[in-house]
């Protein structure tokens, strides 16, 4: 008998075999030109071609968040424009903090229930009723998913803080970006856990010099470095899509976590 569950398998397959673009859908630690701000920064999703065998479609958006880049009507554009076949990274994270008193756009509901929302004031006096970090990713990649694309969960990468010879904790999005993977059974890929090994294994002094303006935007070396640390993550994952990976992407540094 043909069951639901192979025809997931031969699915699987056959959009790994018919693939055609990679979308990036994130924030400026991904986006062109970094911090969008004329400095030497640029976002990791500008490198990640030269590491695969597929053309990459870099729609990040510097200042976005999970809620904003769904209120701005960019998820909206990018589940037009993909088509069966094709795979997304998803990665945000940096922007979704509270933002206190007054709303600023980004923030989300704290916590990770999908069914959560907080009554939020704006700048003019008027509330709004926002959701998670979690409703907001999940709804773009189930979206993503009627398509036919095939999503990828990324955590967010960190900060350039360090606690002695590691980099400091991180936010609590991180753990959101694979609880959201883990409940819609989508590849999780933990770009924040990835580039802490290679930063780490570089050393704090070497990795200072990645951020020329702050300690979130990278330099071009910098993203270069996040960029291969996704490769490294996607490479140790089950996606299909590590099959795509060329020879510059298998030899990139680090091993599986």
């Known amino acids: 008998m043909f069951t639901l569950t192979a025809a997931a398998i ?30 030497n920064t640029d976002g990791w999703g500008q490198y990640l071609s030269q590491y695969l065998n597929l053309p990459v479609t870099n729609k990040a958006v510097a200042g976005t968040s999970a809620r904003s880049f769904t209120s701005l009507g960019l998820f909206a554009s ?20 509270s933002a206190g008193a007054v709303d600023n756009g980004d923030e989300d509901a704290v916590g990770d229930a999908y069914n959560l929302t907080a009554t939020v004031t704006e700048a003019d006096g008027s509330t ?3 959701h998670t970090f979690n409703f907001y990713i999940t709804n773009a990649a189930l979206s993503l998913t009627a398509k036919g694309a095939i999503p990828i969960i990324s955590s967010q990468t960190p900060d350039n803080i360090w606690d002695g010879n590691v980099l400091a904790a991180p936010s609590r999005f991180v753990p959101y970006a694979q609880e959201v993977a883990g409940n819609n059974s989508l590849v999780y890929i933990d770009h924040y856990d990835y580039v802490a090994q290679a930063y780490e294994a570089l050393g704090e002094t070497t990795v200072d010099t990645f951020y020329p303006v702050d300690h979130l935007h990278t330099s071009p070396t910098g993203a270069n470095v996040v960029a291969e640390a996704f490769v490294r993550g996607l490479l140790c994952s089950e996606s299909p899509l590590k099959n795509f990976v060329n020879s510059a992407g298998e030899a990139v540094p680090n091993g599986c976590l």
């Open 128 to 130: 709004e009723v926002i």
């Open 10 to 39: 031969v699915f699987s397959m056959i959009s790994s075999i018919f693939a055609q673009t990679v979308w990036l859908a994130g924030d400026s630690t991904m986006a062109a030109g970094g911090d969008g701000a004329g400095t």
């Open 78 to 97: 990018l589940i037009d424009d993909v088509e069966s076949g094709d795979y997304v990274v998803i990665e945000f994270g940096h922007n979704d903090g």
